[in-house]
């Protein structure tokens, strides 16, 4: 989240920014139209993409860890306290 931050920070000077960048917001629109996250926000503010761009990391890094977890470690890698499709509305 602190790589998120600083990079909507060095991206965006302030959330009339982010409101107009046409590719964010066609990106979130799709998202929540034609893709399968439901409840994404509008982006409205840094905090907004901030949060939205950090859950999507975190989606692809738990995700993408839990496929491999046979080859890269003995342990689970998927940590049993997360719920289990990483979604909820």
């Known amino acids: 989240s602190d790589y998120v931050g600083a990079v909507v920070d060095a991206a965006y000077p302030d959330d009339a920014s982010v409101t107009g960048d046409a590719d964010i917001q066609r990106w979130i629109d799709?998202?929540?139209?034609q893709?399968?996250?439901?409840?994404?926000?509008?982006?409205?503010?840094?905090?907004?993409?901030?949060n939205v761009v950090t859950s999507v990391l975190f989606r692809?890094?738990?995700h993408g860890i839990g496929r491999l977890r046979s080859i890269?470690?003995?342990?689970?890698?998927?940590?049993?306290?997360?719920?289990?499709?990483?979604q909820s509305a």
């Open 60 to 62: 692809i890094t738990f």
């Open 72 to 86: 890269s470690t003995p342990e689970p890698a998927f940590a049993t306290n997360y719920p289990p499709c990483l």
């Open 35 to 50: 893709g399968n996250v439901a409840g994404l926000p509008r982006m409205d503010s840094k905090a907004d993409l901030k």
């Open 30 to 33: 799709d998202a929540a139209n």
